[in-house]
């Protein structure tokens, strides 16, 4: 399986993004598939995922009501819509895929996931 995340770039504060995650070699529909981020020097943190089968679960951070995870199983990519974005939204976001069945709390982990995108990089400007 391979992911491929573009859709980075520059941006001032306010404005939106859109990133795409095209996955490769098994079919997204059957798959849970997230979103995670990584700041300079932080660690990698979850932002949400879209699970298979049931409906989408977020991070319960600032991130919340101003990213929208979605997917297009028919071209089998993953979206994250960013709104109004903040400088602290600055970061390299990664997709990610896994099939582990759980409950949604514990998909915010990167031990769930089995393959990772290469990441696309978000500057926020302020």
């Known amino acids: 399986v391979q992911l491929q995340a573009s859709g980075g770039g520059l941006v001032q504060a306010g404005g939106s993004l859109r990133l795409s995650c095209v996955v490769s070699g098994d079919t997204l529909s059957t798959m849970n598939v997230a979103w995670f981020r990584q700041a300079p020097g932080k660690e990698r943190e979850f932002v949400a995922v879209?699970?298979?089968?049931?409906?989408?679960?977020y991070s319960t951070t600032s991130m919340k009501g101003r990213f929208t995870i979605s997917k297009d199983n028919t071209k089998n990519t993953l979206y994250l819509q960013m709104n109004n974005l903040e400088p602290e939204d600055t970061a390299v976001y990664y997709c990610a895929a896994g099939s582990t069945t759980t409950i949604a709390s514990y998909l915010s982990t990167l031990d769930k996931y089995d393959y990772w995108g290469q990441g696309t990089e978000v500057t926020v400007s302020s």
């Open positions: 879209m699970r298979w089968g049931r409906a989408p679960y």
